[in-house]
Nanobody
Framework: QVHVVESGGGLVQTGGSLRLSCTSS????????IGWFRQAPGKEREEVSC????????YYANSVKGRFTISRDNAKNTVFFQMNNLKPEDTAVYYC?????????????WGQGTQVTVSS
């Protein structure tokens, strides 16, 4: 069984920062494309960022571009998601999705999610 673990969520004020982490003890994350997704109450889950396995190409949704950064630390087998200048509309459960394909459209493995709450 594959375990994907996210951490780093919490409560922060508008303008604050959080760094999310995604890791797995069973998978070598550098061989997968890793995406960060979020789901706000009453809304569908949306992809906000992806980093490819092949060449590290990154994707960001327009709503987070310039504020959030996805990166890998292969030595730690961890993918990070640095979130700066957070806004109340960023409030959601954030999920790490691990995809065998080049992009993160349909992850094969999911974490349990970590709550991010931004107060106004």
């Amino acid at each position: 069984q594959v375990h994907v673990v996210e951490s780093g969520g919490g409560l922060v004020q508008t303008g604050g920062s959080l760094r999310l982490s995604c890791t797995s003890s069973e998978l070598n994350l550098d061989t997968y494309s890793i995406g960060w997704f979020r789901q706000a109450p009453g809304k569908e889950r949306e992809e906000v960022s992806c980093i490819t396995s092949s060449d590290g190409t990154t994707y960001y949704a327009n709503s987070v571009k310039g504020r959030f950064t996805i990166s890998r630390d292969n030595a730690k087998n961890t993918v990070f998601f640095q979130m700066n200048n957070l806004k109340p509309e960023d409030t959601a459960v954030y999920y790490c999705g691990i995809d065998r394909a080049r992009w993160c459209n349909d992850p094969d493995y999911w974490g349990q999610g970590t709550q991010v709450t931004v107060s106004s």
